[in-house]
């Protein structure tokens, strides 16, 4: 044995010490594997449940790196001669080991501090939109809206969402400073169409369907508002004008509730094609195409050379 650790010092420029060492982490690595092997073994046998035998296969992984960290420590660095190189050699790889949970904690108590969202906020963070219900110490959970449902309605699933998002993606809130919606709906009719009587209409429908505010609570909501420094000069619903390349856009802006924004979408569609349709001298404008004969653009070449001849004359 003395000659193998003699022949090693001499070729390798590996001194007895360093050979101890390296000897005592692998023999630590081989038992901790062994007993990561064992455990998830048992728990194979003893758990049928996918997530749960998921669970304990990670928190088992956690565990057996982190006394890897602090066996291979205690190794090479001669038993820890003082606490705070433990302490400090310990956090370091609980930080490593565990840096999602800590990171979670850390949204946590960003959650509670701030206060980005709270419980009941309808909020949109990455490709999820939906009502928070729930803020745990890991990560907060919400009714999801929207996906595959249209108008930001429930869809019947629940999404878990780590605290640690907050930091990576950016958050809406819904209700933070101004509890109601801006929505719009856009309407188009033909060049020949009476335009502004059509944007009378839209107004008066507007009017029946946006959300009323008394006086007292209007201002309650202005001085919220503005308090997050968001300024509204009017809370009336607007109908904005502007022409497009089929017809004429009426645009109607108006305030709805955080959770009417499709009934009160659906009750203004419903109105707008009563009484459009009931008047001559409003059409819906829509992508049409027009197709001409070949007679029709002989017929029109014929007439184009006329012009040009006569100007010709003209001349």
Same mark, same amino acid.
């Given at each position: 044995?003395?000659?193998?650790?003699?022949?090693?010092?001499?070729?390798?420029?590996?001194?007895?010490?360093?050979?101890?060492?390296?000897?005592?982490?692998?023999?630590?690595?081989?038992?901790?594997?062994?007993?990561?092997?064992?455990?998830?073994?048992?728990?194979?046998?003893?758990?049928?449940?996918?997530?749960?035998?998921y669970q304990w296969r990670k928190t088992t992984n956690y565990?057996?790196?982190?006394?890897?960290?602090?066996?291979?420590?205690?190794?090479?660095?001669?038993?820890?001669?003082?606490?705070?190189?433990?302490?400090?050699?310990?956090?370091?790889?609980?930080?490593?080991?565990?840096?999602?949970?800590?990171?979670?904690?850390?949204?946590?108590?960003?959650?509670?501090?701030?206060?980005?969202?709270?419980?009941?906020?309808?909020?949109?963070?990455?490709?999820?939109?939906?009502?928070?219900?729930?803020?745990?110490?890991?990560?907060?959970?919400?009714?999801?809206?929207?996906?595959?449902?249209?108008?930001?309605?429930?869809?019947?699933?629940?999404?878990?969402?780590?605290?640690?998002?907050?930091? #990576?993606?950016? @958050?809406?809130?819904?209700?933070?400073?101004?509890?109601? $919606?801006?929505? /719009? &709906?856009?309407? +188009? %009719?033909?060049?020949?169409?009476?335009?502004?009587?059509?944007? #009378?209409?839209? @107004?008066?429908?507007?009017?029946?369907?946006?959300?009323? $505010?008394?006086? /007292? &609570?209007?201002? +309650? %909501?202005?001085?919220?508002?503005?308090?997050?420094?968001?300024?509204?000069?009017?809370?009336?619903?607007?109908?904005?004008?502007?022409?497009?390349?089929?017809?004429?856009?009426l645009t109607l802006r108006y305030l709805c509730n955080l959770?009417?924004?499709?009934?009160?979408?659906?009750?203004?569609?419903?109105?707008?094609?009563?009484?459009?349709?009931?008047?001559?001298?409003?059409?819906?404008?829509?992508?049409?195409?027009?197709?001409?004969?070949?007679?029709?653009?002989?017929?029109?070449?014929?007439?184009?050379?006329?012009i040009v001849s006569s100007r010709k004359s003209l001349e």
């Amino acid at each position: 044995m003395h000659k193998i650790e003699y022949w090693i010092e001499e070729n390798l420029n590996l001194s007895a010490a360093i050979q101890e060492n390296i000897v005592k982490s692998l023999v630590a690595l081989l038992v901790l594997w062994i007993v990561s092997r064992v455990l998830l073994r048992l728990a194979s046998r003893q758990q049928t449940d996918s997530r749960k035998l998921y669970q304990w296969r990670k928190t088992t992984n956690y565990v057996v790196t982190g006394l890897g960290i602090i066996f291979l420590a205690n190794i090479w660095f001669d038993g820890f001669r003082s606490i705070t190189t433990f302490l400090g050699i310990f956090s370091v790889g609980l930080v490593v080991v565990l840096r999602d949970p800590i990171l979670n904690m850390m949204g946590w108590v960003f959650l509670i501090w701030k206060r980005p969202f709270k419980v009941g906020d309808r909020i949109k963070i990455g490709l999820y939109t939906g009502d928070v219900i729930d803020i745990g110490f890991f990560q907060f959970t919400i009714n999801e809206l929207g996906e595959w449902v249209d108008s930001e309605q429930a869809t019947g699933r629940v999404v878990h969402i780590p605290n640690s998002q907050v930091f #990576t993606q950016g @958050q809406i809130n819904y209700n933070y400073g101004f509890p109601f $919606l801006w929505h /719009e &709906v856009q309407v +188009r %009719v033909t060049f020949e169409s009476n335009w502004q009587k059509a944007k #009378t209409i839209l @107004q008066e429908i507007g009017s029946r369907h946006t959300e009323k $505010l008394t006086g /007292e &609570v209007e201002q +309650r %909501v202005r001085i919220e508002a503005q308090q997050h420094l968001i300024f509204y000069r009017s809370f009336e619903p607007r109908v904005f004008t502007k022409v497009r390349e089929n017809g004429i856009q009426l645009t109607l802006r108006y305030l709805c509730n955080l959770n009417g924004r499709r009934e009160s979408e659906n009750k203004i569609w419903e109105d707008v094609l009563s009484e459009f349709l009931a008047t001559s001298d409003i059409r819906f404008a829509y992508p049409t195409t027009r197709f001409y004969s070949a007679a029709e653009g002989q017929e029109s070449e014929t007439e184009l050379q006329r012009i040009v001849s006569s100007r010709k004359s003209l001349e």
